[in-house]
């Protein structure tokens, strides 16, 4: 990123030597200075110049800079304020951080020191900028619920969701796990005319499968042991609304046989009944199973494949639309901030750093979105905050792509030297500092410094 010349800074001091060594580190970096001898000053020449900075002394006649920084932050929230302050009044200084100014310079400061505060105020601004230009992009691209995406596989996504939503047709959503298959189905069901009625998500891997019959079809009383009271199946319940069997391919294929029945006779019966129940809900299955090959094998059955694939929809692994990364990144951190109690405070938003988005952008998902959830979360609760550095990413996330199966036997590094590099680059990025590396690495201290020394590094 090229260095900006559009910043506005204003200096308010009533010295004049002040002013002036302000001025030299504001015109050095190549910003536009405004000066102000005066809260008064200050506040006119805000209203006729745009102004991104104030550096404003604490002790003032007439207006101090405490009742300057309140105004500015009541008129204009997003001006960033620096307090110049002497040695006798730090602690008023720091009283004036909780009025929300970015920090406070202790007088007599050297111009590199001003320099230094500066440029890191502009960073800030820099990332507050993107962050709210991603928001932006959440808010205005064509999404549905929480799936966002501005890629053109997304946006094929979202083009069939719109087609299908108003339609009963059965839909089935292939693709690899974590890629938000249920956040579709859901998403199908929210756009339907059919929203106001219940939406049940099964996990077909997950029920154990003496117990599937009965959860999907429901019993009643005395049709096994232990079946003390008549109970409602899954498809009973969802009648009129949407029915999602995630996991599909993972059904018994006795079972598939009497789903497929269901669906094409529109009525079943619960285990140990003789009374057929009808059912009218829209089936919505997923899988990350190659439903072709499960047929070949005799593991799923054609038909009811066939009866299910009305309509398809494949969704992209995360590597393959890696431009919706920052999109994808800025929605989670804004869900796990409202999820822990909301952000009142501008200050306290939750945002990447260029080096953070770089490593993501740079890493493969094979995880795909839930990796990337479960990354922020990480981070977030990991981090100091609230701007996310790479060293607040997990150590895979650092690590080097593997070697991918078409790769030559010369290409290959053995195990022994990619760690080695691991290890480099994490001290090269904790700047030397072991304990941070370590903490990238997910390692203890005691095994950094014990592979330090296999691998003859300087302690």
């Known amino acids: 990123m090229g260095a900006r010349t559009d910043i506005g800074v204003l200096i308010v001091d009533d010295q004049e030597m002040v002013r002036g060594v302000c001025r030299q580190v504001v015109d050095s970096l190549g910003y536009r200075a405004f000066l102000a001898e005066s809260g008064t000053e200050a506040l006119q020449l805000m209203e006729q110049h745009p102004v991104d900075i104030v550096l404003a002394d604490l002790k003032m006649p007439g207006m101090s800079g405490m009742e300057l920084l309140e105004r500015i932050k009541a008129s204009s929230p997003r001006v960033e304020v620096i307090i110049m302050t002497g040695y006798a009044s730090v602690p008023s200084a720091v009283q004036s951080m909780k009025l929300r100014a970015f920090d406070y310079i202790v007088k007599p400061f050297s111009p590199e020191e001003m320099k230094l505060l500066i440029r890191r105020l502009v960073e800030t601004l820099d990332l507050k900028d993107e962050n709210r230009y991603l928001r932006e992009r959440v808010r205005s691209s064509h999404g549905f619920g929480r799936l966002v995406g501005q890629s053109q596989p997304m946006q094929h996504v979202f083009k069939v969701i719109q087609r299908v939503a108003s339609s009963r047709a059965p839909v089935l959503i292939l693709g690899e796990s974590g890629t938000g298959k249920e956040l579709v189905a859901r998403s199908i069901h929210e756009h339907s005319p059919w929203r106001d009625k219940p939406f049940l998500p099964v996990d077909c891997a997950a029920l154990v499968p003496s117990l599937i019959e009965s959860e999907l079809f429901g019993y009643v009383r005395g049709a096994f042991t232990g079946a003390i009271r008549s109970k409602d199946g899954l498809l009973q319940t969802a009648n009129g609304g949407t029915l999602f069997l995630d996991e599909v391919a993972e059904l018994p294929v006795e079972l598939q046989t009497r789903l497929l029945r269901a669906i094409q006779e529109k009525e079943f019966k619960p285990v140990g009944s003789t009374r057929r129940i009808p059912f009218d809900a829209r089936i919505i299955a997923a899988t990350n199973r190659n439903l072709q090959a499960a047929i070949e094998q005799g593991s799923f059955r054609k038909d009811l494949f066939f009866r299910l694939n009305v309509v398809s929809l494949v969704l992209p692994p995360l590597r393959e639309r890696k431009v919706d990364i920052p999109l994808l990144a800025e929605q989670i951190l804004h869900r796990l901030m409202q999820a822990r109690g909301g952000n009142r405070n501008q200050r306290d938003r939750w945002m990447l750093s260029s080096e953070a988005l770089d490593r993501l952008l740079a890493y493969d998902w ?94």
């Open 366 to 459: 094979p995880g795909n979105v839930r990796e990337l959830e479960n990354c922020m979360e990480r981070a977030m609760t990991l981090g100091s905050g609230p701007v996310i550095r790479a060293c607040d990413l997990p150590s895979n996330i650092h690590l080097p792509p593997p070697a991918t199966a078409t790769s030559s036997p010369e290409s290959v590094i053995p195990l022994e030297e990619m760690e080695r590099q691991a290890i480099l680059r994490a001290l090269s990025g904790a700047g030397g500092d072991k304990l941070l590396a370590a903490r990238l690495l997910g390692i203890g201290k005691t095994t950094l410094y014990r592979k330090l020394r296999k691998y003859q590094q300087k302690v």
